[in-house]
């Protein structure tokens, strides 16, 4: 167990549907990250919070939106979902927003979202 | 633009042979380099990374990985793989804003 929880870890829904992602962070830390890994895209860098603010953007479609709340856990929401947007879908978390020595990335295993 | 390739999707050792994966980046500084492991059904465990000082880094379960700047490659290694070593190893690099960005991965089969 990573301490990074995701849910749900299976999610199948329908074209033009909308879901919603949870996370939980690692406890302490304050950053969470969004991933998408697909067949043909690979691990593909979505979006980052740090403490309740945005702090970057990645590949992440304008269907697609997040949040992170007060109590740090994240949502991941994905609406007009099409066939290409089933994929496994990683949070993961750090401590700081930045790159440190001792600043490293826990992953979460993962929502795995279907789309039909 | 920070990138990384992994050379070979897919690669196949015997039980008991060295497994060599191989990852080479792209950085116009000096980069963070991380390798990652995903066992089937699970998500990414990080296996070691490079951040400054010592270039041979050693990591979880025999793994070991060597910076080289002069090749800007950081392959991972173990001198003798074992069947609960088949799994998919992702290299990533990161830099500043600790965004990891990933290789394509590399299967890692191990044959009896």
């Known amino acids: 167990d990573s301490g990074v929880t995701q849910t749900p870890k299976h999610l199948i829904t329908a074209t033009g549907q909308r879901v919603t992602l949870r996370c939980s962070p690692r406890?302490?830390?304050?950053?969470v990250y969004w991933y998408q890994q697909s067949l043909d895209q690979g691990l593909q860098f979505l979006i980052q919070?740090?403490?309740?603010?945005?702090?970057a953007k990645g590949n992440i479609l304008e269907r697609f939106s997040a949040q992170q709340f007060p109590d740090l856990h994240s949502e991941l929401n994905l609406s007009s979902l099409e066939l290409g947007d089933s994929a496994l879908y990683f949070c993961?978390?750090?401590?700081?927003?930045?790159?440190?020595?001792?600043?490293?990335?826990?992953f979460g295993a993962g929502s795995r979202l279907t789309v039909l | 633009a920070q990138s990384v390739t992994q050379l070979g999707s897919h690669v196949s050792v015997s039980e008991g042979a060295l497994v060599l994966l191989r990852c080479n980046y792209s950085?116009?500084?000096?980069?963070?380099l991380f390798w990652y492991v995903q066992y089937p059904n699970q998500g990414l465990q990080l296996l070691l990374k490079?951040?400054?000082?010592?270039?041979l880094v050693k990591g979880i379960n025999g793994f070991e990985a060597e910076f080289k700047k002069s090749e800007t490659s950081f392959h991972l290694t173990k001198p003798s793989a074992h069947m609960s070593d088949a799994a998919e190893y992702f290299c990533?690099?990161?830099?500043?804003?600790?965004?990891?960005?990933f290789g394509t991965g590399t299967r890692l089969t191990v044959i009896p």
């Open positions: 993961a978390s750090s401590v700081s927003p930045t790159a440190s020595g001792a600043n490293v990335l826990t």
């Open positions: 406890s302490g830390d304050l950053s």
């Open positions: 919070y740090y403490n309740g603010e945005e702090r």
């Open positions: 950085s116009s500084v000096p980069p963070y």
């Open positions: 490079y951040t400054t000082g010592a270039t």
């Open positions: 990533a690099v990161s830099r500043g804003a600790n965004n990891l960005f």
